[in-house]
T-cell receptor, first 116, second 117 residues
């Protein structure tokens, strides 16, 4: 079974509007971390936001926020006030366990296109 | 620039040749990771170092692949007898290793795009 599932291969949003990118995960651990990365066409993976499984508040970083629903095992990324420069691939990733498991698992990504 | 750097950015080689990539992590980051990414996929873990020790290798890392981090700073990834299926983006990431694993954020380099003809 996929540990990280991103069901939206592609998303379109109009500039200045908000968009939600979906991510569901599968783990039996109680302790895990969830990450979102942005990958522009240049190829570099840019860290956006982190959510820990024990964090009570949803993570926010500027225009990025994470809608964390633990019971549903979902960690959706919300981008507010989209900008043309937000056009990129977006990857959700998970790291499990408090020690020993250093291997993060990435989803297949969602391509976001922001149009004027 | 204090980010992760990778060289070369692009490599074109003929099948059967050996290639070597270099990764320079963020200074003082003690963890270093190599990933492979093919078109339409997320990064796939290859191997991981804590300082100079290689602690984890994926089964994706065949015996044609070898990685080193001799002094716990930069790392090299060598592919021997390249095959067309090795064509991919090879990404390097580093993390500080502080705190618990689940919070240990990785920072990625720009990648090396390998094309095997």
């Amino acid at each position: 079974a996929q540990k990280i599932t991103q069901t939206q291969p592609g998303m379109f949003v109009q500039e200045k509007e908000a968009v939600t990118l979906d991510c569901t995960y599968d783990t039996s651990d109680q302790s895990y971390g969830l990450f979102w990365y942005k990958q522009p066409s240049s190829g570099e993976m840019i860290f956006l936001i982190y959510q820990g499984s024990y964090d009570e508040q949803n993570a926010t970083e500027g225009r990025y926020s994470l809608n964390f629903q633990k019971a549903r095992k979902s960690a959706n990324l919300v981008i507010s006030a989209s900008q043309l420069g937000d056009s990129a691939m977006y990857f959700c990733a998970m790291r499990e366990g408090q020690a020993g498991s250093y291997i993060p698992t990435f989803g297949r990504g969602t391509s976001l296109i922001v149009h004027p | 620039d204090t980010g992760v750097s990778q060289n070369p950015r692009h490599k074109i080689t003929k099948r059967g040749q050996n290639v070597t990539f270099r990764c320079d992590p963020i200074s003082e980051h003690n963890r270093l990771y190599w990933y492979r990414q093919t078109l339409g996929q997320g990064p796939e873990f290859l191997t991981y170092f804590q300082n100079e020790a290689q602690l984890e290798k994926s089964r994706l890392l065949s015996d044609r692949f070898s990685a080193e981090r001799p002094k716990g700073s930069f790392s090299t990834l060598e592919i021997q007898r390249t095959e067309q299926g090795d064509s991919a983006m090879y990404l390097c990431a580093s993390s500080s290793g502080e705190g618990v694993t689940r919070t240990d954020t990785q920072y990625f380099g720009p990648g090396t795009r390998l094309t095997v003809l």
